[in-house]
């Protein structure tokens, strides 16, 4: 069982940059592969990035490659996502998964969620 908290959404300007931050509590954390996820309002959940459970392998979404990048601390449990040059599209709830076994991109392999955070890009 893991349980997930995020922190550091909020409201940030066009172009600015933002860290959220996923704690995890649990057992074998660093096993686990995760994930950032987003949903905007009126349309599905989206797949934002991935880490394996080593920190070696990350994946990206097209929209944000280049702009974001997704980091863990097995020692902290913890992961991140730093976002930069933020614009109207990235507005959402931003939500952390985790996952035991391969690193994925569809949020069914995922089995475990957060609450989630609001990012909030103003113009």
């Known amino acids: 069982q893991v349980q997930l908290v995020e922190s550091g959404g909020g409201l940030v300007q066009f172009g600015g940059s933002l860290r959220l931050s996923c704690a995890a509590s649990?057992?074998?954390?660093?096993?686990?592969?995760l994930a950032w996820f987003r949903q905007a309002p009126g349309k599905e959940r989206e797949f934002v990035a991935a880490?394996?459970?080593?920190?070696?392998?990350?994946y990206y979404a097209d929209s944000v490659k280049g702009r974001f990048t997704i980091s863990r601390d097995n020692a902290k449990n913890a992961v991140h996502l730093q976002m930069n040059n933020l614009n109207g599209e990235d507005t959402a709830v931003y939500y952390c998964?985790?996952?035991?076994?391969?690193?994925?991109?569809?949020?069914?392999?995922?089995?475990?969620w957060g609450q989630g955070t609001q990012v909030t890009v103003s113009s």
């Open positions: 998964a985790a996952a035991q076994g391969l690193t994925a991109q569809a949020a069914g392999a995922y089995d475990y």
């Open positions: 649990g057992r074998a954390f660093h096993s686990y592969a």
């Open positions: 880490i394996s459970w080593s920190g070696g392998t990350t």
